[in-house]
């Protein structure tokens, strides 16, 4: 059973950057797909960026694409969260989650928060 755990939140200003990241426990790491989530005050979930199983390029949601980048390492069982051009509508609690395919996830973190304001 994989467990993740995500960290790297905080405080950022607007055009600020920040990076996640999700370290994974477990030894199936390298078999499953990976993705981020956020949760913004008031809003539903909503997927941003995902890794399938088999690797390749992350897919990432309209909202953030062009400014965020996900990544992974499956030697140090973690995935990444680089973003950048912060705006306050990025405030939220970030999620990993891993499952078998980017539409099909079945663990999840506790979330981390990033608030972005001046």
């Known amino acids: 059973q994989l467990n993740v755990v995500e960290s790297g939140g905080g405080l950022v200003q607007p055009r600020g950057s920040l990076r996640l990241s999700c370290a994974a426990s477990?030894?199936?790491?390298?078999?499953?797909?990976v993705g981020w989530s956020r949760q913004g005050p008031g809003k539903d979930r909503e997927e941003i960026a995902c890794i399938s199983r088999s690797g390749g390029s992350p897919t990432y949601a309209e909202s953030v694409k062009g400014r965020f980048t996900m990544s992974r390492d499956n030697a140090k069982k973690a995935a990444y969260l680089h973003m950048n051009s912060l705006k306050p509508e990025d405030t939220g609690i970030y999620f990993c989650?891993?499952?078998?395919?980017?539409?099909?996830?079945?663990?999840w973190g506790k979330g981390t928060l990033v608030t972005v304001s001046s």
């Open positions: 477990g030894n199936t790491f390298d078999y499953v797909a």
């Open positions: 989650a891993v499952g078998l395919r980017c539409t099909e996830f079945g663990v």
